[in-house]
């Protein structure tokens, strides 16, 4: 995996935070509705270990990180 995926859905407040910094920043990611993809959901609930909280995002390394703050973002995109 090369680019970011982001699980969400677009009634979420912090999915669209989430997806707001990422394009400000302009950092590349898939952008993944699990609202309507139950294979997506499922996905997103194994990598975020059972927690059905969104978003939740995959790093390029395969470290992820669920409803993680705009700091937290930074912090993990950065390093």
């Known amino acids: 995996m090369s680019e970011i995926v982001l699980y969400g859905a677009d009634w979420c407040g912090d999915c669209r935070r989430a997806k707001a910094w990422l394009r400000e920043h302009e950092v590349p990611f898939t952008d993944v509705d699990v609202e309507h993809d139950d294979a997506a959901r499922d996905r997103a609930i194994e990598f975020a270990g059972g927690r059905k909280n969104i ?25």
Not at 61 to 78: C, F, H, K, S, Y
């Open 55 to 79: 978003p939740v995002i995959v790093l390029p390394d395969g470290r992820v990180l669920v409803e993680p703050t705009n700091t937290e973002l930074a912090a993990a995109i950065e390093s």
